[in-house]
């Protein structure tokens, strides 16, 4: 001991080293040792301790130390040698040492005090033998002598300072290796573990402490001795916390680290995470204490590496090994804590060891408790902030809020007032880990630091730390801060102002990254506690008003900075937005699902704060609701965040979730109301911008139905309805309508799903969609009329079935409640229902609809959203239905809306508009549509290009010519390569010949061409294109495909076939071209059908074609169709070709000339059949091939041959071989040939003409025919001559047969019984025969007479014609004795003396007796006279033996019967002014009219209209008997020749046709005729010119009133009067304004019993108002027939006066209904409209004094019974005034009419002032009074108009100005029941019509049409700018015309055909759809006629 004192004592002073920073490593080199003064030293001081090490790296091995051992002992080592051994993981010992103090160590001196017990055993030995030693000892048994030598080798070590020695510490590794057991045992674990506690108390500054590599290998001895003792001795604990507390001699010691980690498990405490702090292993090179020492590399020691192998060889464990003692171990620790604190009680005292210690035991709670206390303190220490970090962040790490002491901590945390900025990120880094590590620390974290927030002495750093946590779990974080929101809310204190400033602060902390949806997702998330609590709390409407507005708030904060740059800088960001509008609309699914699940059931809140949040959510509520709290936003910001807010996207479960609580029941808002706000909703969606998030994204068709369950009406369900009866499905009008176009705008927006549903099942969805398409908006559309002509009637047929099932059912609904007769006035639920049948026809919407439907569709788009779907593409769909461009004038305005976005459209309309239009200029928009055309034909996209060929070629196969035609030049326009191409008829197929072959994509489109070519060839008219198609086809290789040549070919067939007219255009064309490609082609596809039998057999098998199999003589057979034959051989017919080899191929193989023809049979019966039909085989006689000639005669049978023979158009070459079979024929059997001639006579003469063309043969033909021609008896036929029309013959001039023979002839044939000709003819020609020559007429006789009388009666009798051949013979001539007894003879065996031969044979006797001898004489001498005349003569010279007076009537007759033979015209009037004189002079002449009949029968209409001109002359009136001239032209315009050709029935609106076409100056002529014709019959004149009437209204035409103008200026009397006003009464517009009307006039029209035009029209329409039927609709036909009617009683008021009986019986019987009845039917309504008319008819009406009172008697009885109500004033006013116009006129009898009523008005006086002004004129009789009273004239006062308004002056300045809206409001409501004042400001009103103000136009004309319905007669004041308007380039003020058209044509009728021409010309020249308006006009125009 002294040995050790001494050398301890020898130890020089210890070097001063500079002090370091605990983090600072500095490699220092070895430190010099001091010299040792110990003389028996035999080993020399090595320099440095790494040299010691190098020099004995490699003496480990166990014989080495054996051999070292004998020399050397554990006393001979040198203390001073310096051993580092720092081997980590060693073990404990075995048992628990004594847990008696430790042993008192004397620190300043190092000197022992006294002895321990242990170190009385200890047994000193060899360090070389020890090991053995040790373990022989052991294995003998004695313990204790192996404890004692270990003991001796720990003493060794206790007082050496240097490094052990090697041999010392191997062999205690050895030891423990092979015994471990051994230091358990109690004195060396008492040993090592007093070593340790020495050194630890004395601290690293102790200058006898032992060398920490001995410290090291105590502790892995004792850590592998006790690795397998679960329970370690508390000591160890002691230990621990004495070191850790001091100056940690071992615990940050690396290679003592499985014993400090075993320990360390006494505490269970959790190591953050590497993100806080940085792991400490073994390996470590750094050692963080607060000792200055130098801490020497050991990398390079050998030491160190034999101890880390020695040491990883052992198993240590770590796991906790104080589980039993765990109370101990916390009472060592608070002890050690607790005194540490009392002892350093100020700050500055404690080290940072202490707080590193709290680290390390932070595991314990009540270290955390304490730790937590002072660390903030700690923290602001700049000496203990690192440690104090560390410690936080084991706080952090090892806190959970599961106990009440957790919490503690967690919320002392939450107070820390940290200072700078680092110390608080650290803070928030560590409440992260905490929160990451335990979850359930989050909420109470929060809700103290919030608290903390909220409290007045709230932290700075409160706000950081809820970031924080929101950052770290950003879904727990909002679930904990929703919780605590409703915590906050639950309080009596309102806390919704500070909750949003909290919100708005931590949004701004987490710098706007804060997820609000997960925030209003918790807070709405329904609770059961939370619910619990809040069902029954005194502010839970408060709580649900507070949620509502906090979800807004949310929504509100997710306008954030880079939104709103987003939004106002000039470049958006999309990205921004879309994920903003998608959070917002999230936002608003979630709060609308609370409201639909839960609210409802937690908050139950009233009607209004339900409705209020549903609105404030959707942002449908006023701005001050969402900033009235706290005033955020703020007043610069609040519409920008508002605005962008509001404007997002409608979700489809927002949407869902909206229609679902409309339709619950339980949920406290109406249907109405929800249909309100989705509109709202959907509107404000669908006008976002489509370059966001997409607006309305729907595919759910269930919405619809929710929709129209919305709009359903639900009758009362406690009403109880009839059994079986099924209540009908009725909907709320409006909601109705209302739904259909909410849908339209989803459908529009999701075309593909909601649209294409629509399209296809919804039919009134449909009509919206095309109405929005087509931008017109009425019913029907124009794309619908295509379709369904009659959809006006079946709407009709619709609303009457419709009014009747709902008055059904309200009458079962009455019927259960209220007992109430149902009928249609006493209906509520007609005017507010309609059926529900969504997917029914289309039905007609009421015109606001039409009108909110085109407001909608200019706003939002809709039209070009549905313009721009292509899948489903509705705009081609439409055109497709369509067909021309005539049913699309829409079609125009549509590509002209979309200038800019023509791509947007489809390319099918781009086309169709570019061949509607016809370019003005290569600028206009046909020149842009055009280029753009081009660039998509030409582009590299080859769909959208062949698409615009495709449609393109598809208008190819239109059925209208005018369509193909367009098509033709728009190909030729776009496939044009250049853009200057001049398209004319002539190049129109240069697309097809030279252009599309040029295309970039021809071979996708020539399929497609291929198609629409073939099924153009069966509808092309024009031979060019036809011919340049069959080119194109024939050309193209269809040598690959069978089928598809097959097809070709048979389409080809087809059009040679059946467009016979088309192929013989096309065929013969210039070198035959088509032709021979045609040949070629079917060439090619015979020799291919021979080729492919088997292919052609399945083909037409399969396509079910009729065929034959034809089979060849040279053994070929394939299946062709019949048509192909057909058309192959038709092709041939046109030939011959020369050279061309096709041809001669085809012809010699269907009719070869050596060898059989080709032979066909049927494929089912297998039969042979013919493939030349007849026609075939005509067609093959007809052509100029001899080979098929020959073919087709060939085996023809005789009657084929007769068949064939009378056909036309044969060659001459064919007639003759045709005639040489025929004589062959006849030859072999005569009788079958002439058996198959019908008609004998005609073949002989058709053979005779074929002869004569040319042709030879058909003699022995001839010859067999005429020989076996029967004898056919004569039939009696009655044939009336006059029917016959004679004068053809005589018409064709025929040439005079004065031949003898030819005569003799004629009279055979005449009188041979067999011939089959026209006898009439010869007979005519005989009777010219014997006017020409005398000596015929003899002749004729001679053959008649010689002739038996038998065979020439039948002739005679049987033709009327023959009584004037008869009566010429007999005229003469001499011989009149023989003549007599002829007639005598003949007169014997007439059987019927009645006839025309017998009254002329009578006559010649009588005349020829003896008493007029001499006038026979004189006759026959005048008649010899005659005949020897020239026929040219002969007219004139009988006509001038007619004007001679005295002629008795025989001669007369005579005279008329030659004259008429002759048959006499007039060809020039002044030449024959005999002829004339002979029908028209005055001079009386009774054979006039037969002259008349026979110039209007027999002269051609050329003499006719002579006639009729020189009639019409004005110097020949005075010459000309006025009757017979209009005989004349009566008869004229009733020749039967006028009707011949046409229908006999005369329609129902016939109107007179002029035949005439007379000028005016005739017309006056004919007028004048008919006035002198009346002045010469006195006593029937006016019956007369009524006659006449009839003649002058079919030649007046439109001269009318210049004819009755010139009337009244040539003639005044009594004659021109009353034909002026017959042509008045029948033609009204001639008398419109000239004719100046008295009171004789007014009468005579008013009794006038003739008809008059105007009675069927105004008897139609006063009836028709009149009849006040109960239509729902009768109020709007009522006013359209008021306003024909006013019309036409200001334009004719005579005319109308005639129905005034009819109207005053039509108001009797009315005045005594109730009011009710009087107002609901109707019949007041009647009242005011008669009055109305009564105040157009002033002052006529005056004068009928009779019927005047009848009216005026149903007014009065009217004031009798209603004259109290107020509704009678404005009605009492007008017939006020109207009274008093009466007596300005008629003063006596209208105060003898009011005498009779004073009493009535005297008794309503005072319920009606304005009855006041009649009472002056009436004097009531007194009571006493007998007499009757005397009528009192007074004063007339005429009726004091109506004063303007004050504001009138202003107003007529403000109507001239251009923003004169409000002026025009307000005149619309003064002048509703003043429409007089209208007549002031017309000006202005015609002048706004033209506005481009839509309202202004639109209010304008509303104005002007009640101004002329007021007054009529002030159309021309307004036509003018009615054109004007028309004319104008404003399409919007065109429209708002058309619009009213009906309205201004029916008050303008005058010029109602010049407006509707400029209507149609305006139709036809632009693209303005006028259709409407003019049918619309029309229509309402026919109800003056009643259709």
């Not at 997820?515 to 408060?542: C, G, M, P, Y």
């Not at 005679?1356 to 001499?1374: A, C, H, V």
Request: charged share 20%.
């Amino acid at each position: 001991m002294d040995r050790i004192k001494g050398g301890s004592g020898t130890r020089g002073p210890k070097s001063k080293i500079t002090q370091q920073l605990p983090d600072s490593f500095i490699a220092l080199g070895a430190k010099q040792s001091a010299p040792r003064d110990d003389p028996k030293r035999s080993v020399p001081l090595p320099k440095t301790s790494s040299s010691h090490i190098a020099g004995t790296s490699g003496k480990a091995p166990v014989d080495k130390l054996k051999r070292d051992a004998s020399s050397t002992s554990l006393s001979q080592s040198n203390p001073s040698k310096k051993i580092k051994v720092n081997i980590p993981g060693s073990r404990g010992g075995l048992n628990a040492a004594s847990s008696s103090g430790l042993l008192p160590i004397d620190r300043m001196t190092g000197s022992q005090m006294g002895a321990e017990p242990w170190e009385s055993q200890i047994i000193e030995g060899d360090s070389g033998e020890v090991f053995e030693t040790v373990i022989n000892q052991i294995t003998c048994g004695n313990v204790e002598k192996a404890v004692g030598y270990i003991l001796g080798v720990i003493k060794n070590l206790k007082t050496q300072r240097s490094k052990p020695c090697k041999v010392v510490y191997s062999t205690l590794f050895l030891i423990s290796c092979c015994k471990p057991s051994i230091f358990t045992n109690e004195l060396v674990f008492t040993a090592m573990l007093s070593i340790l506690r020495r050194d630890v108390n004395a601290g690293l500054k102790a200058t006898n402490r032992c060398n920490p590599q001995v410290h090291q290998l105590f502790l892995n001895l004792l850590a592998h001795a006790y690795s397998d003792i679960s329970n370690w001795p508390e000591v160890f604990v002691k230990l621990y916390v004495e070191d850790a507390v001091g100056d940690r001699v071992f615990v940050d010691a690396p290679f003592c680290k499985p014993f400090v980690d075993n320990i360390i498990t006494a505490f269970n405490t959790k190591m953050p995470s590497s993100s806080l702090l940085k792991s400490e292993t073994w390996t470590s090179a750094t050692r963080d204490t607060s000792s200055p020492l130098t801490i020497n590399s050991i990398d390079e020691d050998e030491v160190f590496s034999e101890q880390k192998i020695t040491v990883d060889s052992w198993p240590i464990k770590v796991y906790p090994r104080f589980t039993q003692s765990q109370e101990k171990v916390e009472q060592i620790v608070l002890e050690a804590i607790k005194e540490q604190l009392a002892r350093r009680q100020q700050p500055e005292a404690i080290t940072k060891n202490f707080v590193r210690f709290l680290s390390t035991a932070c595991g314990l709670v009540e270290i955390r408790i304490i730790a937590v206390s002072r660390i903030e303190t700690w923290l602001h220490n700049h000496k203990l902030m690192k440690p104090a970090q560390e410690l936080l962040a084991y706080l952090c790490y090892n806190c959970s809020a599961n106990s009440q002491r957790d919490l503690e901590v967690i919320a002392q945390l939450s107070k820390l007032r940290l200072k700078n900025k680092p110390i608080v990120n650290y803070f928030n880094n560590c409440l992260r880990e905490m929160v990451f590590s335990f979850p359930e620390n989050l909420y109470p974290l929060l809700k103290y630091t919030i608290y903390n927030e909220l409290s007045n002495a709230r932290n700075t750093n409160n706000l950081i730390v809820v970031g924080a946590l929101f950052q770290v779990a950003p879904d727990q974080s909002a679930d904990a801060f929703a919780d605590i929101c409703l915590e906050l809310l639950l309080n009596k204190d309102d806390y919704l102002r500070s909750l949003r400033a909290l919100l708005k602060e931590i949004n701004r902390v987490l710098r706007h990254e804060l997820n609000l949806l997960t925030i209003v997702h918790a807070l709405l998330r329904e609770r059961k506690d939370f619910a619990t609590s809040v069902r029954d709390h005194e502010f839970r409407e408060r709580i649900f008003l507070s949620l509502a507005d906090l979800s807004c708030m949310c929504m509100l904060l997710c306008v954030n900075p880079q939104v709103r740059d987003a939004t106002t800088q000039s470049k958006r960001d999309v990205e921004v937005l879309k994920t903003f509008q998608l959070q917002v609309a999230n936002i608003q699914r979630e709060c609308i699902t609370w409201l639909h699940d839960s609210a409802l059931r937690i908050y139950r809140p009233n009607v209004t704060d339900f409705a209020h949040v549903l609105h404030k959510i959707l942002f449908l509520e006023q701005t001050e609701q969402y900033c009235k709290i706290d005033n955020w936003p703020g007043e610069n910001e609040r519409n920008l965040f508002l605005r962008l807010t509001s404007e997002v996207p409608l979700l489809q479960a927002t949407l869902l979730r909206i229609l679902l609580i409309g339709i619950s029941k339980e949920h406290p808002i109406s249907a109405q109301e929800v249909i309100e706000i989705t509109d709202q909703l959907i509107k404000r969606a669908a006008n976002l911008p489509l370059d966001c998030a997409p607006p309305l994204i729907v595919d759910k068709i269930e919405i619809i139905d929710f929709f129209f369950n919305l709009c359903s009406y639900n009758y009362p369900e406690n009403f109880t309805l009839p059994v079986g009866y099924v209540p009908p499905k009725l909907a709320i009008t409006a909601l109705y309508w209302r739904v259909w176009m909410i849908l339209l705008i989803l459908a529009a927006h999701n075309p593909l799903t909601l649209g294409s549903l629509a399209w296809n099942k919804y039919a009134t969805l449909k009509m919206f969609m095309e109405m929005c398409i087509t931008n017109h908006f009425s019913f029907p559309p124009p794309t619908m009329t295509s379709i369904d002509e009659d959809c006006q009637s079946k709407e009709q047929q619709t609303i009457t079935l419709e009014k009747q099932l709902i008055l059904e059912f309200e009458s079962h609904l009455a019927a259960a409640s209220t007992k109430i007769e149902i009928n249609e006035q006493t209906s509520l639920l007609l005017p507010q229902c309609m059926e529900l049948r969504p997917t029914g026809d289309a039905r007609r919407p009421p015109q606001n609809v039409l009108d909110q439907l085109q407001i909608l569709n200019n706003s939002h788009k809709l039209g070009h959203l549905l313009c721009r779907s292509r899948h489903p593409d509705f705009l081609l769909d439409i055109m497709s239905r369509q067909g021309g461009t005539a049913n699309m004038p829409w079609l125009a305005e549509l590509v002209h809306s979309s200038e800019s976005v023509l791509g947007l459209l489809p390319v099918q309309c781009l086309c169709e508009y570019l061949l509607s239009t016809v370019p003005a200029e290569k600028l206009t928009k046909h020149g842009q549509l055009l280029a753009h055309l081009r660039h998509v034909v030409n582009e590299n996209e080859a769909q959208t290009a062949c698409e615009v060929l495709e449609y393109l070629f598809r208008r190819l196969t239109s059925e209208h010519g005018a369509s193909r035609t367009q098509a033709t030049k728009g190909l030729c326009l776009i496939l044009a390569p250049t853009e200057d191409l001049d398209v004319s008829d002539e190049n129109h197929t240069l697309w097809l010949t030279q252009y599309v072959t040029q295309f970039a994509h021809f071979s996708l489109i020539k399929p497609i061409l291929i198609q629409f070519l073939r099924q153009a060839l069966q509808i092309e008219t024009n031979p060019a294109r036809v011919s340049s198609y069959i080119n194109f086809l024939s050309l193209q290789d269809c040598s690959e495909s069978f089928v598809e040549l097959n097809d070709l070919v048979t389409d080809l067939s087809s059009v040679i076939i059946e467009r016979h007219s088309v192929a013989s255009y096309v065929l013969p064309g210039e070198n035959n071209v088509t032709l021979k490609n045609l040949l070629q082609i079917f060439y090619l596809y015979t020799q291919k059908a021979k080729e492919n039998a088997e292919e052609s057999y399945t083909i037409h098998q399969t396509y079910g074609n009729e065929y034959v199999i034809v089979s060849w003589a040279t053994g070929e057979q394939c299946p062709l169709q019949p048509l192909v034959i057909h058309a192959t051989i038709v092709l041939l017919t046109y030939g011959p070709l020369d050279d061309y080899e096709p041809f001669e191929i085809l012809l010699n193989s269907w009719f070869p000339e050596n060898m059989e023809h080709p032979r066909a049979y049927s494929p089912d019966t297998s039969e042979t059949t013919s493939y030349l039909p007849d026609w075939m085989k005509l067609r093959m006689i007809r052509s100029n091939v001899p080979h098929l000639v020959d073919a087709a005669i060939e085996k023809l049978e005789p009657p084929k041959l007769v068949l064939f023979i009378q056909s036309f158009g044969i060659p001459t070459n064919s007639i003759s071989k045709l005639l040489h079979t025929l004589d062959k024929a006849t030859i072999l059997d005569p009788k079958l040939v002439v058996d198959s001639v019908l008609d004998k006579a005609y073949m002989i003469q058709l053979v005779e003409v074929q002869n004569k063309r040319g042709a030879t043969g058909g003699e022995t033909f001839v010859k067999s025919i005429e020989m076996q021609i029967p004898v056919i008896p004569d039939t009696e036929i009655k044939v009336d001559v006059e029917n016959k029309k004679p004068l053809i013959v005589g018409l064709k001039r025929q040439e005079v047969v004065t031949n003898d023979t030819e005569v003799v002839q004629n009279l055979n044939n005449l009188f041979n019984p067999h011939y089959q000709f026209d006898k009439n003819r010869i007979i005519l020609s005989l009777i010219k025969n014997v006017t020409t020559k005398e000596s015929t007429a003899t002749l004729i006789f001679n053959f008649i007479k010689s002739i038996p009388l038998n065979y020439t009666l039948p002739v005679i009798l049987q033709y009327n014609s023959f009584s004037t051949l008869i009566r010429l013979i007999f005229t003469i001539g001499q011989n009149v004795q023989e003549k007599l007894n002829f007639a005598s003879q003949f007169l014997k065996v007439i059987p019927n003396k009645n006839t025309s031969v017998s009254v002329v044979l009578q006559q010649y006797i009588k005349i020829h007796s003896g008493d007029n001898k001499m006038e026979v004489e004189e006759s026959k001498t005048s008649a010899l006279e005659v005949a020897g005349t020239h026929p040219e003569e002969i007219g004139e010279k009988l006509g001038k033996m007619l004007m001679e007076e005295g002629n008795k009537a025989e001669n007369t007759g005579l005279i008329v019967d030659w004259l008429s033979a002759i048959e006499m015209e007039i060809a020039n009037a002044d030449k024959h002014k005999l002829q004339m004189e002979l029908l028209f002079s005055k001079q009386k002449l009774q054979f006039r009219p037969l002259l008349l009949s026979l110039v209007l029968q027999r002269a051609s209409w050329k003499i006719l209209h002579n006639i009729m001109t020189y009639l019409l002359r004005e110097d020949l009136i005075e010459h000309i008997c006025p009757a017979s001239a209009l005989d004349f032209l009566t008869a004229l315009t009733k020749s039967p020749k006028l009707w011949q050709g046409r229908d006999k029935a005369v329609p129902k609106h016939y109107h007179f046709e002029d035949v005439l076409q007379l000028s005016s100056d005739q017309v006056l002529v004919l007028i004048k005729y008919i006035i002198e014709e009346s002045k010469t019959t006195a006593d029937n004149w006016k019956r007369k010119i009524e006659t006449r009437l009839q003649l002058i209204l079919c030649s007046i035409g439109n001269n009318a009133a210049f004819i009755t103008k010139s009337l009244l200026t040539i003639s005044d009397d009594v004659y021109t009067r009353e034909l002026i006003l017959m042509i008045y009464m029948s033609v009204p517009y001639s008398l419109q304004d000239g004719m100046e009307l008295n009171v004789e006039t007014c009468s005579d029209i008013f009794n006038k019993n003739c008809p008059s035009t105007i009675d069927e029209i105004s008897h139609c329409l006063l009836s028709s108002i009149a009849s006040t039927p109960r239509n729902k609709d009768w109020i709007k036909k009522s006013q359209d027939l008021e306003l024909c009617a006013r019309k036409l009683a200001a334009t004719h008021p005579l005319l109308v006066l005639r129905q005034l009986p009819m109207l005053a019986g039509s108001l009797k019987g009315r005045a005594q209904y109730d009011w009710g009845v009087l107002k609901s039917r109707g019949h007041f309504l009647l009242f005011g409209q008669v009055l109305g008319l009564m105040e157009l008819l002033q002052p006529y009406i005056f004068d009928q004094t009779a019927t005047l009172c009848e009216l005026l008697d149903s007014y009065f009885l009217l004031l009798q019974f209603h004259g109290n109500g107020k509704d009678l004033s404005i009605l009492i006013t007008r017939l006020v005034s109207f009274v008093q116009n009466w007596m300005m006129r008629d003063v006596k009898g209208a105060s003898k009419y009011l005498q009779a009523h004073g009493t009535l008005l005297h008794d309503i006086q005072f319920s009606q002032p304005g009855i006041r002004p009649l009472l002056s004129s009436v004097s009531l009789p007194v009571a006493d009074q007998l007499g009757p009273t005397e009528i009192l004239v007074g004063t007339v006062t005429p009726p004091v108009p109506v004063a303007h308004p004050q504001h009138w002056k202003q107003l007529k300045t403000a109507l001239q100005s251009q923003d004169n809206f409000s002026a025009l409001q307000e005149l619309d409501h003064i002048t509703n029941k003043r429409p007089q004042w209208l007549e002031e400001v017309s000006q202005y009103l015609c002048t706004s019509i033209s506005s481009p103000n839509g309202h202004i136009r639109s209010l304008a004309l509303l104005l002007i049409i009640r101004w002329l319905k007021h007054n009529p007669k002030a159309a021309n004041e307004a036509l003018p700018a009615v054109l004007a308007c028309l004319d104008s380039n404003n399409g919007d003020v065109v429209e708002s015309v058309l619009d009213r058209l009906p309205e201004l044509v029916a008050v303008m009728q005058e010029y109602a055909k010049i407006i509707l021409t400029r209507v149609f010309q305006l139709g036809t020249k632009s693209a303005v759809n006028t259709m409407t308006g003019i049918m619309k006009s029309l229509n309402l125009l026919n109800l003056q006629y009643g259709c």
